[in-house]
């Protein structure tokens, strides 16, 4: 079955950089469009830029990037503010923007 | 990009029916067909009930219905079960590899 599990989370100081990860599994993981979420703590889930099968796409202080042949996904997101504190959740996409599986996220906190 | 327009909370009682909108532009819901409508329970990750405006993935009671008029899709919820409390949000494409979600939608089972 479809399984994708975050890592990566955890309280980072504001100015920093992390890497979270999104281990795939159950489904061919380069045949599919992947995702980032995010929801801040009593707030809307929010969209994270998309890549799509090959590269990797930036917008800002995000990287969003690949590696298909250890089938996970990877978000960079560099200077780091309190504003960033939320669950980010990893989705996969069955097309165009159709995210029919998720993680259970993973818990980023921005915190001095 | 704004966040697409759904009502905070919305509610119905045991077996009668509640029906979310989700209001954005002629640039999402009204220019494509890939709207997407998501439950999400308390500390739990969401769901998929409806896809390309109306489509429900296996699994998915037909309680669960979609549509759209406009710049405006909706998610009718029919014959609530208490299971069916979540919070609710739509999504739409955007155009150029980007989407937005709604604002979220509470519903209530009386």
């Known amino acids: 079955q479809v399984q994708l599990v975050e890592s990566g989370g955890g309280v980072v100081q504001p100015g920093r950089s992390l890497r979270l990860s999104c281990a795939a599994s159950g489904f061919t993981f380069r045949s599919y469009g992947m995702h980032w979420v995010r929801q801040a703590p009593g707030k809307g889930l929010e969209w994270v830029p998309v890549?799509?099968h090959h590269g990797d796409s930036v917008r800002g202080r995000f990287t969003i990037s690949r590696d298909n042949s250890k089938n996970t996904l990877y978000l960079q997101i560099s200077s780091l503010r309190a504003e960033d504190t939320a669950v980010y959740y990893c989705?996969?996409?069955w097309g165009s923007g159709t995210f029919d599986h998720w993680g259970q996220g993973t818990l980023v906190t921005v915190s001095s | 990009q704004s966040a697409l327009t759904q009502p905070p909370s919305a509610s119905g009682s045991p077996g009668q029916s509640v029906t979310i909108s989700c209001t954005g532009t002629?640039?999402?819901?009204?220019?494509?067909?890939?709207v997407s409508w998501y439950q999400q329970h308390p500390g739990k990750a969401p769901k998929l009930v409806i896809y390309e405006v109306s489509e429900r993935p296996s699994g998915v009671p037909d309680r669960f219905s979609g549509s759209k008029s406009g710049n405006t899709a909706s998610l009718t919820v029919s014959g609530l079960q208490a299971e069916d409390e979540a919070d609710y949000y739509c999504?739409?494409?955007?155009?150029?590899?980007?989407?937005?979600f709604g604002t979220g939608t509470k519903v209530t089972v009386l």
């Open positions: 890549v799509w």
């Open positions: 002629s640039s999402d819901v009204g220019g494509y067909k890939f």
């Open positions: 999504s739409s494409y955007t155009g150029s590899d980007t989407y937005v």
């Open positions: 989705a996969r996409d």
